[in-house]
């Protein structure tokens, strides 16, 4: 997109160029939990107009949050607004996120509808706080590879790299790395985006630094809350 367009979104605490993202462009974040993710995820998203959150998890402390932010939460994408289309002034941020009746539960349908669908209508941001519960990873590439034309951003995290697809790392705009409890998380992220192992150092920062890495020009910054 170009880059004189406005941003969907700014994290006031993040330092200069960090603060913006704009219509079509991805950012995959990675970390264990507790690690800072959910605080990134919350920042960037605040000033979204079109926002739809996948809720994968039965209880969900990121999910809570948003909805105290305002967001509304609906079973499936047919009781999402103006689902069809994103038109006029209106704001529609919405969580579609399943009740849970049994630990067997597959709500996958529910979320592939809902990532499809958003993707036909365009300009929607979508947030995934745990990408790896999506267990199609062919919808997954396509999302990262195809929905750029669309408007369509992505906003997505997990807590290992190797639980997902490769594209998270080699189709986003921009890549955050929160210390891993492993080391060779960091280099198969590292391995991903074209940059040496062992380049993405954060042992020496305080707890939640993360490194912001600039996929197409590589370049790696770090931030601290």
Same mark, same amino acid.
């Given at each position: 997109?170009?880059?004189?367009?406005?941003?969907?979104?700014?994290?006031?605490?993040?330092?200069?160029?960090?603060?913006?993202?704009?219509?079509?462009?991805?950012?995959?974040?990675?970390?264990?939990?507790?690690?800072?993710?959910?605080?990134?995820?919350?920042?960037?998203?605040?000033?979204?107009?079109?926002?739809?959150?996948?809720?994968?998890?039965?209880?969900?402390?990121?999910?809570?949050?948003?909805?105290?932010?305002?967001?509304?939460?609906?079973? !499936?994408?047919?009781? +999402?607004?103006?689902? =069809?289309?994103?038109?006029? %002034? *209106?704001?529609?941020? #919405?969580?579609? $996120?399943? /009740?849970?009746?049994?630990?067997?539960?597959?709500?996958?349908?529910?979320?592939?509808?809902?990532?499809?669908?958003?993707?036909?209508?365009?300009?929607?941001?979508?947030?995934?706080?745990?990408?790896?519960?999506?267990?199609?990873?062919?919808?997954?590439?396509?999302?990262?590879?195809?929905? !750029?034309?669309?408007? +369509?951003?992505?906003? =997505?995290?997990?807590?290992? %790299? *190797?639980?997902?697809? #490769?594209?998270? $790392?080699? /189709?986003?705009?921009?890549?955050?790395?929160?210390?891993?409890?492993?080391?060779?998380?960091?280099?198969?992220?590292?391995?991903?985006?074209?940059?040496?192992?062992?380049?993405?150092?954060?042992?020496?920062?305080?707890?939640?630094?993360?490194?912001?890495?600039?996929?197409?020009?590589?370049?790696?910054?770090?931030? +601290?809350?």
């Amino acid at each position: 997109m170009a880059s004189n367009e406005a941003p969907i979104a700014r994290a006031d605490w993040l330092p200069g160029a960090l603060r913006e993202w704009h219509p079509g462009q991805h950012v995959s974040v990675v970390g264990p939990t507790g690690s800072g993710k959910s605080r990134l995820a919350i920042d960037l998203l605040r000033g979204s107009r079109w926002v739809a959150a996948i809720g994968t998890k039965r209880t969900d402390g990121t999910l809570d949050t948003l909805l105290r932010d305002g967001y509304r939460r609906v079973p !499936r994408w047919g009781a +999402v607004r103006h689902r =069809a289309t994103i038109r006029g %002034p *209106r704001d529609e941020r #919405v969580i579609v $996120w399943p /009740e849970w009746r049994a630990i067997t539960d597959d709500h996958n349908p529910i979320w592939e509808e809902a990532l499809n669908s958003a993707w036909l209508a365009g300009g929607w941001t979508l947030f995934l706080d745990e990408l790896s519960a999506i267990s199609d990873r062919q919808l997954l590439r396509a999302l990262y590879t195809q929905s !750029r034309s669309s408007g +369509v951003s992505l906003l =997505a995290g997990t807590q290992r %790299p *190797r639980w997902v697809p #490769v594209e998270t $790392w080699t /189709e986003a705009t921009y890549v955050a790395v929160f210390r891993a409890h492993h080391r060779g998380d960091s280099d198969a992220v590292a391995d991903a985006v074209g940059l040496d192992r062992g380049s993405i150092r954060l042992e020496a920062y305080p707890p939640f630094t993360f490194a912001w890495i600039d996929v197409r020009t590589r370049a790696v910054s770090y931030v +601290v809350p």
